[in-house]
């Protein structure tokens, strides 16, 4: 029987190892983690990460066949299939600052396996790394060796955060890459016999090690680049009066482009797009491609653009000014169904605010005060390395924040409501309630384009949506960009 063990127990490693125990309960299936608090967490029952339908996962087999530790190194000489799940941050000092991608925790992981085993092992890529990753991780392990031999296979992932459990039950497909020799092949069809447990076969997609490598980077950019597009026919929209969510509908009616992902907003975020892209334009740039890296690059252009963008208009609708006023913030996480913050566009819009002297007032259903104060005070790119470097007791606690557990809390006393995630409970609030405690004129700027904006007019409101046809309170203010 397969032995599995996983280093890294975050977004990925958790509820990837989780799916694959649930579904392979011959297999026993071990996470690691160098963080002693994630583990106890995932030995909970207050899972560390958020996850519709991921406690009940978790539930059926912990204890069965999976289990969480932070004995990295008795599980991993264990193993007969090593996943490294690391985070693979964007380098923020040295060569390539702020755009390559630091394999630190990967090279060190991959030493520490070369360290502890004593049995031939596959070693599977499931961080998303930088293209070629899996030929200098073969130098590690060959170079330390000592005579047991390995096979790299990458398999990146491809879940959403959000809908993690799903994706993983039925994933569009499943992508693994080996060397094109008898054992890569052979390695190949042990991870593939894993997978065709419960994933059809013929959405498990075999190809060579690099175009596995490349195509996690390339998904990530197209899909960032589906975002960033749109979001640049907003900024059109509203100088034009078209409404954005006709125009995406108009277009994702033709086949060749669909209807998924064409939803305007105040910006993507998470650990990955702007991560991988960064990462995509370092690689081009590294192997002599400067236009390519360029044309990447604007898909981050544009989404920082339309973040400012945000910022602008909230304070020139009032007045240019947001000194003093309190801005009551709904939704702090990156996208709804998730605690994830990491890149968050709430991040920048609360200091684009703060950097105006507003009053911010923020609730999330799932992201704690903690994490706010951690984010705001936090450097960029320092989210994903390890905690005890972030700065903690900052720029953020002296700040002119407020973390509230309610929503009508948040807005008592605001002059403006800005929406920046698009929590389904959003949509139901109670506006009327929350108009008659804010100040007057009262502003409502959906991010999310989630709210009815004649609805909300009707009670009183001045309403910003993204894209959609500006009021002539509005037209009379025009954002400078
Ligand atoms: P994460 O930061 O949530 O988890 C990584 C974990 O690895 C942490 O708990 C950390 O303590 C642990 N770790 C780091 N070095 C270690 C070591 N030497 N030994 C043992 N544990 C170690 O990261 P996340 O989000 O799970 O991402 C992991 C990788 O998967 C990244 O490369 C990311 O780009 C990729 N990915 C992430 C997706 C997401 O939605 N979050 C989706 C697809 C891929």
Same mark, same amino acid.
């Given at each position: 029987?397969?032995?599995?063990?996983?280093?890294?127990?975050?977004?990925?490693?958790?509820?990837?190892? %989780? /799916?694959?125990? !649930?579904?392979? #309960? &011959?297999?026993?299936?071990?996470?690691?983690?160098?963080?002693?608090?994630?583990? *106890?967490?995932?030995?909970?029952?207050?899972?560390?990460?958020?996850?519709?339908?991921?406690?009940?996962?978790?539930?059926?087999?912990?204890?069965?066949?999976?289990?969480?530790?932070?004995?990295?190194?008795?599980?991993?000489?264990?193993?007969?299939?090593?996943?490294?799940?690391?985070?693979?941050?964007?380098?923020?000092?040295?060569?390539?600052?702020?755009?390559?991608?630091?394999?630190?925790?990967?090279?060190?992981?991959?030493?520490?396996?070369?360290?502890?085993?004593?049995?031939?092992?596959?070693?599977?890529?499931?961080?998303?790394?930088?293209?070629?990753?899996?030929?200098?991780?073969?130098?590690?392990?060959?170079?330390?060796?000592?005579?047991?031999?390995?096979?790299?296979?990458?398999?990146?992932?491809?879940?959403?955060?959000?809908? %993690? /459990?799903?994706? !993983?039950?039925? #994933? &569009?497909?499943?992508?693994?890459?080996?060397?094109?020799?008898?054992?890569?092949? *052979?390695?190949?069809?042990?991870?593939?016999?894993?997978?065709?447990?419960?994933?059809?076969?013929?959405?498990?997609?075999?190809?060579?090690?690099?175009?596995?490598?490349?195509?996690?980077?390339?998904?990530?950019?197209?899909?960032?680049?589906?975002?960033?597009?749109?979001?640049?026919?907003?900024?059109?929209?509203?100088?034009?009066?078209?409404?954005?969510?006709?125009?995406?509908?108009?277009?994702?009616?033709?086949?060749?482009?669909?209807?998924?992902?064409?939803?305007?907003?105040?910006?993507?975020?998470?650990?990955?797009?702007?991560?991988?892209?960064?990462?995509?334009?370092?690689?081009?740039?590294?192997?002599?491609?400067?236009?390519?890296?360029?044309?990447?690059?604007?898909?981050?252009?544009?989404?920082?653009?339309?973040?400012?963008?945000? /910022?602008?208009?909230?304070?020139?609708?009032?007045?240019?000014?947001?000194?003093?006023?309190?801005?009551?913030?709904?939704?702090?996480?990156?996208?709804?169904?998730?605690?994830?913050?990491?890149?968050?566009?709430?991040?920048?819009?609360?200091?684009?605010?703060?950097?105006?002297?507003?009053?911010?007032?923020?609730?999330?259903?799932?992201?704690?005060?903690?994490?706010?104060?951690?984010?705001?005070?936090?450097?960029?790119?320092?989210?994903?390395?390890?905690?005890?470097?972030?700065?903690?007791?900052?720029?953020?606690?002296?700040?002119?924040?407020?973390?509230?557990?309610?929503?009508?809390?948040?807005?008592?006393?605001?002059?403006?409501?800005?929406?920046?995630?698009?929590?389904?409970?959003?949509?139901?609030?109670?506006?009327?309630?929350?108009?008659?405690?804010?100040?007057?004129?009262?502003?409502?700027?959906?991010?999310?384009?989630?709210?009815?904006?004649?609805?909300?007019?009707?009670?009183?409101?001045?309403?910003?949506?993204?894209?959609?046809?500006?009021?002539?309170?509005?037209?009379?203010?025009?954002?400078?960009?």
């Amino acid at each position: 029987m397969v032995k599995i063990c996983c280093i890294g127990a975050g977004y990925v490693g958790g509820p990837t190892m %989780a /799916v694959i125990a !649930l579904k392979c #309960p &011959d297999v026993e299936v071990v996470v690691v983690d160098i963080s002693e608090a994630r583990i *106890a967490g995932w030995n909970s029952d207050r899972l560390p990460i958020y996850e519709p339908g991921l406690d009940d996962v978790v539930k059926r087999c912990r204890g069965r066949n999976l289990f969480f530790s932070t004995d990295v190194e008795r599980y991993v000489g264990e193993a007969d299939v090593v996943f490294v799940s690391v985070n693979t941050p964007t380098k923020t000092r040295g060569l390539g600052a702020g755009k390559a991608a630091d394999l630190t925790y990967w090279e060190s992981a991959a030493r520490m396996i070369a360290d502890v085993s004593r049995s031939d092992k596959i070693v599977v890529e499931k961080s998303t790394v930088p293209v070629k990753t899996a030929e200098a991780i073969e130098k590690i392990l060959a170079h330390n060796g000592r005579g047991v031999r390995y096979q790299i296979l990458s398999n990146p992932e491809f879940l959403a955060e959000g809908t %993690a /459990v799903r994706d !993983l039950f039925a #994933p &569009d497909r499943v992508l693994i890459g080996g060397r094109e020799t008898p054992e890569g092949q *052979a390695a190949v069809k042990v991870l593939k016999g894993v997978y065709a447990r419960w994933v059809p076969e013929d959405r498990i997609i075999t190809t060579n090690l690099w175009s596995a490598e490349l195509s996690k980077l390339a998904a990530n950019a197209f899909l960032a680049q589906r975002i960033s597009s749109v979001n640049a026919i907003s900024a059109l929209c509203e100088a034009t009066g078209a409404d954005v969510a006709e125009v995406a509908c108009s277009i994702g009616k033709d086949s060749r482009i669909g209807p998924r992902f064409l939803s305007a907003s105040v910006g993507f975020g998470g650990s990955c797009f702007q991560k991988d892209i960064l990462n995509l334009v370092y690689i081009c740039e590294c192997y002599g491609l400067p236009e390519v890296a360029e044309y990447w690059r604007q898909v981050i252009g544009i989404n920082d653009y339309q973040k400012s963008r945000f /910022v602008n208009r909230v304070v020139s609708s009032m007045f240019n000014t947001v000194a003093g006023k309190k801005v009551a913030v709904l939704g702090f996480a990156f996208k709804k169904d998730t605690g994830d913050t990491r890149e968050t566009p709430a991040i920048d819009v609360c200091r684009g605010l703060l950097g105006d002297k507003a009053v911010v007032s923020i609730y999330d259903p799932q992201v704690t005060e903690e994490q706010v104060r951690r984010d705001l005070a936090m450097r960029k790119f320092d989210w994903d390395h390890p905690r005890h470097l972030q700065p903690v007791g900052e720029p953020g606690d002296q700040q002119p924040v407020a973390v509230t557990t309610d929503a009508y809390e948040a807005a008592r006393d605001a002059h403006a409501v800005c929406i920046l995630t698009e929590w389904e409970d959003f949509r139901s609030l109670d506006y009327r309630r929350m108009y008659d405690v804010m100040q007057k004129p009262a502003f409502v700027f959906d991010g999310r384009n989630i709210v009815d904006p004649e609805k909300l007019r009707d009670i009183g409101f001045i309403v910003y949506a993204i894209g959609k046809p500006l009021d002539q309170w509005l037209k009379d203010m025009p954002a400078v960009a």
